[in-house]
Nanobody
């Protein structure tokens, strides 16, 4: 079992920044690739970004590329999501998730069903 706890959400004005954290406990954090997903009111959960277990491979959805940065610190069992130039459409509950390591020969990292463990989510609200 891996327990994931997100933090760092809040209310920010458009153009502002937030940094989300997700801290893991339980099994060895560096054995897992990590992803961030988000779910806006009335919408389905969508992929935001992903980082491989050693931080070498990173993937972003088009709408956040260039504004968001994912990183991880395996010594602290934590993955981060730095969000800059926030827009009202970024408003959502943000979830971190852990996936078992596998080859990057497909876009499996973008599918929520490929992740085994999930945090409870943290709300990000961007006002216009």
């Amino acid at each position: 079992q891996v327990q994931l706890v997100e933090s760092g959400g809040g209310l920010v004005q458009a153009g502002g920044s937030l940094r989300l954290s997700c801290t893991a406990s339980g099994r060895t954090f560096s054995n897992y690739a990590m992803g961030w997903f988000r779910q806006a009111p009335g919408k389905e959960r969508e992929f935001v970004t992903h980082i491989s277990r050693m931080g070498i491979n990173k993937y972003y959805t088009d709408s956040v590329r260039g504004r968001f940065t994912i990183s991880r610190d395996n010594t602290k069992n934590t993955v981060y999501l730095q969000m800059n130039s926030l827009k009202p459409e970024d408003t959502a509950v943000y979830y971190c998730a852990a996936a078992s390591v596998r080859a990057y020969n497909s876009d499996w990292y973008g599918r929520a069903g490929e992740y085994t463990y999930w945090g409870q989510g943290t709300l990000v609200t961007v006002s216009s």
